[in-house]
């Protein structure tokens, strides 16, 4: 029998949980579990400069890895901080495990020093929390918030421990909980035969169908049979903007991610469509565009393994609740004995009708810069994809640097499109990348960001410092924040209130202030020669300030209230 | 349309907040809410009332579904069943007053379970309707206080909710 303190059980039960690393920010309440850390050599923990960051950084991990990210901060100021990043985390369905400290437990209630009451200011973004009442429940309780955060649906789970509940004097025994079994929370399994069969049904007599994947083929694992029933079936494949990557993007059946500033064939063969066989997704409003106009002529088929997301926003033909992998491989093994299969040349006009739209390319039409001009915000994210063979960890922050990432970078992997699709936190991308770097340190990782986002969490080029993180940024300056600019000039008469940057840093001087590389790139010219030149410094973290061309808008987009086809191409044309 | 839904849930610190929370958070509706432990003192039972379409009501089982601290629910309503609510009334009783409450208590089933000079308290259970219905008959200038324990209930037969 081995006898521990809370605090020894807390590092003792994450290094036989096999977690590498932690990140956090230590304070009075979380003192005693720092100690701990600080005996033991099997958890690293990673200081950062803001408990946001941490989050991120487990966030962006948990996306790269599958893995959940663990989290350590403090009471009070320092959950509070961490609050962002676990909404963040909530909105996209991350796995993440955030420990708290807390004041001791005579004090709660008492208004103590740096005393929050955690649990309450969570409640509506986690997937579950726990309060631990005494030292001998933590094996088992961060056991269950293991098993809450992978399983099911993921999710961030929070422990708020106070203080007492890690004194080194307490000792109990400790042994690792090798199962765990909870009455009122059993994760989805299987879906239901008689449902998969009638979506097959649907799947052999459609003339437009089209298939519609989500962040949960990513999240679940199930990308290689998504791949595999597009390819078995010939159906046009679009995705969620969390969705990107779970089927490549460069193949032939791909038709880009749909939804606000979504690829034209997507919306257009979404709303033209007789069958949308969705997996995975949530269909959100930023996908839907207005529900009551949404694909009028389409039977709906949607596989997910939250019962609640299935009729939440649009109504649903065939609901199928089950993990993605086991309903997928039900499909597939029912495609395969069917009598009935699919005419070679059934979808030949369908078809046809997509390769139009498609070769069309509405909507993607820019002007690369000339020589001496400024670039163009898609210009340098080509370059990127270029330079970097597709292979990269591709990190973005929000705004329009974020939607031109996704448009303009060809994903063929899934786990390699990081971005705050959900929740939308601009700040979240440098520490996310920072997350994904460290855990593949083989792997090239980039950041896209612009200087308003980055500006939210520069504050890590110093963490990046310290432990050596050697990220490539993509900095698309253009001296403003350009989707709050896009519309305002699309809905204010271009009144810019706010969302231009008066007084920004040289962030040349300020990133190579921390040790690191920068470079500034104003000319299209020099472009090329200033990707080339960061990716091949391996073990530099290099910052490129490209100034971009702050007229510029993301384009297409959806027509506010319109149908999915309905899209601005440029700002003259519309669909 | 009104709904009833019954869950139990973990007897557990703070279980009640997450049901009421969601309740805020997804702008759903909560008519009255009544909780306590069951039998088993690891579960509580809480029945709440709510309104809303079939959508809506779809989408307020789910949700309660997810969380962690429930363990079961019903929509009593979706079957045969039973409601009750018990309330407690405090009204003036003095004069002419004091017989024609007395008899309009005996009318509805109710007991006049505490007496002063001036003063009737009077209980009474039932469907929710029949309470509206006596607080109509005894009229708002006898009414000093009304406390209700807003509805519970179970399905009728031998359809249960239990682990």
């Not at chain 1, 020093?113 to 429940?137: A, L, M, W, Y």
């Not at chain 1, 705050?420 to 700040?427: A, H, I, Q, R, Y």
Request: glycine share 8%; charged share 20%; net charge negative.
């Amino acid at each position: 029998m081995e006898l521990l303190s809370g605090a020894d059980m807390i590092t003792r039960f994450l290094a036989d949980e096999g977690v590498e690393y932690i990140y956090g920010y230590p304070g009075g309440a979380a003192l005693h579990i720092y100690d701990a850390i600080h005996r033991q050599d099997k958890v690293n923990h990673i200081l950062v400069r803001h408990e946001q960051a941490a989050t991120h950084m487990a966030d962006g991990y948990a996306r790269a890895t599958g893995k959940p990210g663990v989290v350590l901060v403090t009471s009070g100021p320092g959950a509070t901080n961490a609050v962002t990043g676990i909404a963040t985390a909530f909105m996209d369905s991350i796995p993440m495990i955030v420990l708290c400290g807390q004041v001791a437990s005579h004090l709660i209630g008492e208004d103590a020093f740096q005393e929050t009451d955690i649990i309450g200011v969570t409640r509506p973004i986690v997937k579950h929390s726990f309060t631990i009442e005494h030292p001998s429940d933590i094996p088992m309780i961060l056991r269950k918030a293991f098993y809450i955060a992978t399983t099911g649906r993921p999710g961030p789970v929070v422990v708020d421990i106070p203080k007492d509940m890690t004194a080194p004097t307490e000792k109990y025994e400790y042994v690792f909980p090798k199962k765990v079994k909870m009455r009122s929370y059993t994760p989805v399994g299987r879906g239901h035969t008689g449902q998969i069969k009638k979506a097959v049904e649907l799947i052999l007599k459609a003339k437009r169908p089209i298939l519609y994947g989500g962040g949960g083929l990513v999240l679940g694992g199930a990308s290689e049979l998504f791949t595999q029933l597009a390819k078995k079936l010939n159906f046009p494949v679009t995705t969620s903007l969390m969705g990107i990557g779970a089927y490549p993007q460069t193949d032939r059946q791909s038709v880009g991610w749909l939804g606000m500033h979504g690829s034209f064939e997507a919306n257009q063969a979404m709303h033209h469509s007789d069958l949308v066989v969705c997996i995975g997704a949530r269909f959100d409003d930023r996908a839907t565009n207005n529900v009551s106009k949404f694909c009028p002529t389409a039977r709906i088929v949607h596989v997910d393994i939250d019962p609640s997301s299935i009729g939440k926003t649009i109504r649903v033909d065939v609901p199928i609740v089950g993990t993605a992998t086991s309903v997928l491989e039900e499909m597939l093994a029912l495609l395969d004995e069917s009598k009935t299969q699919l005419e070679p040349d059934a979808l030949a006009d369908w078809w046809k009708q997509i390769d139009a739209w498609a070769a069309s390319r509405a909507g993607r039409i820019y002007e690369p810069a000339e020589p001496g001009e400024t670039m163009k915000p898609q210009q340098v994210v080509e370059a990127v994809w270029k330079a970097t063979q597709g292979k990269a960890y591709v990190v973005t922050d929000v705004g329009q640097h974020q939607m031109f990432a996704a448009q303009y970078y060809k994903f063929d992997k899934p786990n390699h499109w990081i971005t705050s699709g959900g929740l939308g936190t601009m700040g979240f991308g440098f520490p996310a990348a920072m997350g994904v770097k460290l855990n593949k340190p083989d792997e090239e990782v980039v950041l896209i960001t612009g200087e308003g986002s980055f500006q939210m969490m520069m504050q890590e080029l110093s963490t990046c410092s310290q432990f050596g993180i050697p990220v490539k940024i993509i900095n698309l300056n253009n001296q403003s924040l350009g989707m709050v600019r896009q519309w305002q000039d699309l809905n204010y008469q271009a009144r810019h209130a706010q969302s231009y940057m008066q007084s920004l840093p040289d962030f040349k001087m300020l990133v190579e202030s921390y040790g690191h590389v920068a470079m500034k790139v104003e000319k299209a010219e020099d472009l090329d020669a200033a990707i080339e030149k960061a990716f091949a410094m391996k073990d530099k973290l290099v910052f490129l300030d490209v100034y971009v061309d702050p007229h510029e808008h993301v384009y297409p987009m959806q027509v506010p209230q319109g149908s999915m086809k309905d899209m601005l191409l440029s700002k003259t044309e519309r669909t | 349309m009104r709904h009833i839904i019954s869950i139990l849930m973990e007897n557990e610190a703070g279980a009640l907040s997450r049901v009421v929370g969601l309740f805020s958070q997804r702008n759903f509706n909560i008519e009255t809410l009544n909780v306590a432990p069951t039998d088993d003192p690891t579960l509580s039972r809480l029945t709440v009332t709510t309104v809303g379409d079939e959508r809506v009501i779809e989408q307020i089982t789910k949700q309660l579904n997810k969380l962690i601290d429930v363990v079961k629910l019903v929509d009593l309503t979706e079957g045969q069943h039973i409601e009750r609510e018990l309330m407690l009334v405090k009204v003036k009783a003095v004069g002419a007053q004091r017989a024609e409450v007395k008899r309009t208590t005996e009318i509805f089933r109710g007991q006049i379970i505490d007496v002063t000079p001036s003063i009737y308290t009077v209980q009474l259970a039932g469907h929710a309707s029949k309470l509206d219905a006596f607080i109509q008959a005894l009229g708002s200038s006898t009414l000093l206080e009304v406390v209700r324990t807003g509805v519970s209930g179970v399905a009728r037969g031998e359809k249960v909710l239990s682990l």
